[in-house]
T-cell receptor, first 115, second 113 residues
Framework: GAGVSQSPSNKVTEKGKDVELRCDPI?????LYWYRQSLGQGLEFLIY????????KSGLPSDRFSAERTGGSVSTLTIQRTQQEDSAVYLC?????????????FGPGTRLTVT | AQSVTQPDIHITVSEGASLELRCNYS??????LFWYVQSPGQGLQLLLK??????LVQGIKGFEAEFKRSQSSFNLRKPSVHWSDAAEYFC???????????FGTGTSLTVIP
């Protein structure tokens, strides 16, 4: 079956512009995660959605970052007024249930470059 | 606080040689432990996981890992490395009933002929 998909695969933007990154999770997966992977770093948790519950936004690095998940499926991560330090690979993952015992399935990521 | 340490940033092994990638974690209770592999331009793929029971777990692609509570370690091993194993490897800890996962900074594996 189809895995997690993300678009675009690459995005180059100018400093100060807004960007939107999209994630399509696996059908039926209720949990969705966003991570940021900077060069030489591990994965940094950004935000977590579970069903209709309020999202866990504790990992968002600033108020320039926001995310939404429409209809419990597709999610969009928005970065406003991008900065050069926002350059990274943004990974989305989904899992079938809530909690850290459930395997996460990762998308291929969106590579964001801010010039 | 929970954390995961992968002490080796980069490892080079010869094809056919054995491999061990180190992972140490810090967590107050029995953790959920994972190893993921990331090939260039790809997302992360789960190699194996440990929740409970037998401390030696088998995964895909011939990998195995052993949970050692006394050492807070979950090292990944493979008896004979193939050139296709060249990739980035991440160890991760799941924080119990919560939804937080903590990833190490990764170990980059190079395989030479």
């Amino acid at each position: 079956g189809a895995g997690v998909s993300q678009s675009p695969s690459n995005k180059v933007t100018e400093k100060g512009k807004d960007v939107e990154l999209r994630c399509d999770p696996i059908s039926g997966h209720t949990a969705l995660y966003w991570y940021r992977q900077s060069l030489g770093q591990g994965l940094e948790f950004l935000i977590y959605f579970q069903g209709n519950s309020a999202p866990d936004k504790s990992g968002l690095p600033s108020d320039r970052f926001s995310a939404e998940r429409t209809g419990g499926s597709v999610s969009t991560l928005t970065i406003q007024r991008t900065q050069q330090e926002d350059s990274a690979v943004y990974l989305c993952a989904s899992s079938i249930g809530q909690g850290s015992s459930y395997e996460q399935y990762f998308g291929p990521g969106t590579r964001l470059t801010v010039t | 606080a929970q954390s995961v340490t992968q002490p080796d940033i980069h490892i080079t092994v010869s094809e056919g040689a054995s491999l061990e990638l180190r992972c140490n974690y810090s967590y107050g209770a029995t953790p959920y432990l994972f190893w993921y592999v990331q090939s260039p331009g790809q997302g992360l793929q789960l190699l194996l996981k440990y929740f409970s029971g037998d401390t030696l777990v088998q995964g895909i692609k011939g990998f195995e890992a052993e949970f050692k509570r006394s050492q807070s370690s979950f090292n990944l091993r493979k008896p004979s490395v193939h050139w296709s194993d060249a990739a980035e490897y991440f160890c991760a800890v799941g924080a119990g009933a919560g939804n937080q996962f903590y990833f190490g900074t990764g170990t980059s594996l190079t395989v030479i002929p």
